[in-house]
């Protein structure tokens, strides 16, 4: 008890306890599973849509990973199929979120295909989902002449009526928007993989 | 149903217990004996019986001593005395800088909080620019009131604390200022880039790593000093406080290099390290700081030594290994390896021990003084933490259930359970422990002492009110999401009462924080009737301060 490096010792014990095994041997278990077949490795714009999605904190609101039917419905909402530590080797950083203040997001590439759609919900979420909490993005988007638009040879959002902007004028994806929606269309994992081995 | 897997994991865990037990003992032979000499180390010699809470004027502090029912002996050991105020004026410059920053950044960090708050029930307010959209502007709360109030805060505790309780100066002052500097420069460059958009983006570990080396190289310049003042102490026994603030200080900035080595932490076990962290922030920085200021501010305020020192001791080493492996409680149902669950389960129910240790010790200190609260303000601040301290352990105990765990998960009821650990506890002993503080800091004494009491009740009510929303509306957003029958906007649409009434507790709490930090600055700038007359910093004579240390 009179002795400081008793202090520092039995202090550094206890953490490499912790760290052993909720670090190092997760690193030993899970760090070089294989990517399951069918899992494709993020395309270059699909990256960047990956950067859009983490500067903005999408992961405070949505999960990516959908939970065993024995925990909850997920896979009735239409999430998808329990993840397994293969669906994540090319994930850097991991986004498997702690919040359902939005649904999961593992599968939504699947379940919402439209390219569209998921620009017109950035834009305005509540033009999709009357109750929506989710922010509205217009700081993606770029308000434009209809004109000016046309002969730049950019394509203006396709918005629900009484969502749009003022006559005359249309909204236009940023290259940024244009990356996020790439990444969450390819936000895909419906492929099969077999089933985790049994934990105990 | 007993495969070989659980049955080593419960061999290790048995093993586990029974050296930590014999680590116990072999810290001190005796266990049984109770030690009163090591417990009463935070008093001078005499000074047994008298009240202290140096937030209070004198009319008041006498009001307490009465209320204290005990008549004090002929006075305190003037040398004990001197050797305390030399210790305090060492730490002074360094303890007012922390605790400037932590004001600074406590004021931020609501008014981002609220922001954010409010954006969750009007999702199309201040939309237009980037880094005020939800998931910026919550970050930014989260890093500027966890790295800059609390941290912080809890470093200027801990270079206040030390040099009393071990009776020496402390070394390496003007190190600890320059660590201070590079901390809260990368805390400010971390909090522009998150609002930038430039993360890590991981929860808890969203400031870049290339500023989080700021971070690490100002722990470091704060860590040697402190090791060199605890090598250099004039005391025989290291009071539990020691031994609490310490061991933080290390573990933080250990946890912090780990969960951020660039380049090493991929995929799922990327995620097991960011919820190692994420709750070892909380439960060996944040918590271990609060508990051991606790152990020293509460037994000085009421005059008398803390009812066991063994169980102090003991709630101290179960605290050490349990709570950093029960982690894993973020990833039940996730796809991580289900004896890494199971054993973070194990350890969060076994958390229960060192929270009872610390509440039966205070308890029994407490017997027959608990109304003290009355007169001091110090003290109700830290039994509030105090309390706080053991429900919101026992409550994270129970959450970390499966059977709760599956309605909790994913909902609005975790931050509520987070707020009530790093406000209701964590925060209520910081803002305790620094209306103690500063008067011994500043030689200044409050200048308006019914502030104190405002601001405890805007704080309090805010985080009940905070608390009470979260965690009905959370749970009830957990069932409705668990059933099927029910569609997934249902489980939105029926949290929005609940989320208004969250952004009303908050303003609550930004209020009182305003309350705070005006007060402060108003005794910083020397306003207010008579005070203690001293210059900033200390006076050349340090005798002529013992009359306001109570001799």
């Known amino acids: 008890m009179e002795n400081e490096t008793k202090l520092a010792a ?7 306890v912790a760290t052993a095994a909720l670090v190092v041997l997760p690193y030993l278990q899970v760090s070089d599973v294989p990517a399951p077949a069918k899992l494709k490795p993020y395309t270059a714009s699909q990256l960047r849509g990956r950067e859009v999605y983490v500067a903005n904190g999408c992961v405070y609101c949505h999960s990516q990973q959908p939970r065993d039917r ?3 419905p997920d896979a009735q909402r239409g999430w998808g199929r329990a993840s397994v530590p293969g669906d994540y080797v090319y994930d850097k950083p991991h986004l498997l979120g702690s919040m359902r203040t939005g649904p999961d997001l593992f599968n ?33 988007f770029t308000v434009k002449d209809a004109g000016e638009a046309e002969r730049e040879g950019e394509q203006p959002l396709a918005l629900p009526p009484g969502f749009g902007p003022a006559e005359g004028q249309v909204v236009v994806p940023t290259p940024a928007a244009l990356d996020l929606v790439k990444y969450l269309q390819a936000l895909d994992h419906t492929y099969p993989v077999l089933p985790a081995p049994p934990q105990p | 149903m007993m495969d070989s897997a659980v049955l080593s994991l419960l061999a290790a865990f048995l093993l586990s217990l029974l050296g930590l037990f014999a680590f116990i003992w072999s810290l001190r032979q005796g266990l049984l004996v109770e030690n009163p000499a090591a417990a009463s180390v935070i008093f001078a010699r005499g000074e047994v019986g008298r009240v202290d809470d ?56 609501s008014v981002a909080g609220l922001t954010s708050s409010i954006k969750l029930h009007a999702p199309d307010w201040l939309v237009q620019q980037g880094w005020l959209t939800f998931g910026r502007i919550r970050t930014v709360h989260l890093t500027a009131v966890l790295y800059g109030w609390i941290t912080n805060a809890a470093l200027g505790l801990i270079l206040w604390l030390l040099p009393r309780l071990l009776r020496t100066e402390l070394r390496g002052a003007v190190w600890t200022l320059l660590g201070g500097a590079l901390i809260n420069t990368g805390i400010a460059a971390g909090v522009g880039a998150i609002a930038m958009g430039w993360s890590d983006g991981m929860e808890y570990l969203e400031i870049p790593w290339q500023i989080g080396l700021f971070l690490v190289a100002g722990l470091a310049m704060i860590i040697l000093p402190v090791l060199t003042t605890l090598v250099n102490r004039r005391t025989e026994h290291l009071y539990v406080s020691v031994w609490y603030l310490v061991a933080a200080l290390l573990w933080v900035t250990l946890l912090f290099v780990v969960a951020k080595l660039p380049g090493v932490h991929t995929g799922v076990q990327q995620a097991t390290t960011n919820w190692w962290y994420g709750h070892n922030v909380l439960g060996l920085w944040f918590t271990p700081v609060s508990v051991g200021a606790i152990y020293y501010f509460l037994p000085k305020i009421i005059g008398r030594p803390v009812r066991s020192y063994n169980l102090s001791l003991l709630g101290f080493w179960t605290l050490a290994f349990f709570y950093g492996q029960v982690g894993g409680h973020h990833l039940i149902g996730g796809p991580v390896p289900g004896w890494l669950v199971t054993l973070s389960i194990v350890q969060s129910l076994m958390m229960v021990i060192p929270v009872i240790a610390f509440t039966i010790n205070m308890a029994g200190t407490l017997q027959g003084r608990m109304h003290l609260a009355r007169w001091s303000p110090t003290l109700r601040f830290m039994m509030f ?11 994270g105990s129970l959450e970390a259930l ?8 994913f909902t609005h009821y975790t931050v509520g359970h987070a707020h009530l650990g790093a406000y209701g506890f964590v925060s209520m002993v910081l803002f305790g422990a620094i209306y103690f503080m500063l008067p011994r800091v500043l030689n200044w004494e409050w200048p308006y002492p019914r502030l104190v009491t405002l601001h405890f009740w805007l704080a309090a009510v805010g985080i009940a009110i905070y608390f009470v929303a979260l965690t009905v509306g959370g749970w009830l957003q957990g069932l409705a999401m668990l059933d099927p029958a029910r569609a997934f906007m249902e489980s939105v649409t029926l949290t929005l009462p609940y989320l208004q009434w969250r952004s009303v507790g908050g303003a609550l709490m930004l209020a009182s924080h305003l309350v705070f930090v005006g007060h402060f600055l108003a005794m910083a700038l020397r306003f207010g009737p008579m005070r203690t007359g001293a210059a900033l910093f200390g006076t050349a004579h340090p005798e002529s301060m013992e009359l306001a240390y109570g001799k």
Request: with cysteine; charged share 15%.
């Open chain 2, 54 to 109: 140096p937030a209070l004027h004198a009319a008041d502090r006498q009001s307490l001593q009465a209320a204290a029912a005990h008549v004090p002996g002929a006075g305190a050991d003037a040398d004990d005395l001197r050797s305390r105020v030399l210790a305090d004026r060492s730490s002074a410059f360094p303890v007012f800088m922390f605790v400037a920053f932590a004001c600074f950044w406590l004021l931020l960090g």
């Open chain 1, 70 to 72: 024995a925990l909850g």
């Open chain 2, 402 to 409: 499966r059977s709760v765990n599956a309605v909790t998960h």
């Open chain 1, 10 to 16: 039995g202090a550094m014990v206890a953490l490499g």
């Open chain 2, 385 to 395: 933490g105090g309390l706080v301290y053991l429900a919101s352990s026992l409550q």
């Open chain 1, 108 to 140: 939504v590439g699947a379940r919402q295909p439209g390219k569209d759609w998921h620009l017109g919900h950035l834009y305005q979420p509540r033009a999709y989902v009357r109750e929506s909490i989710m922010p509205a993005y217009p700081f993606l």
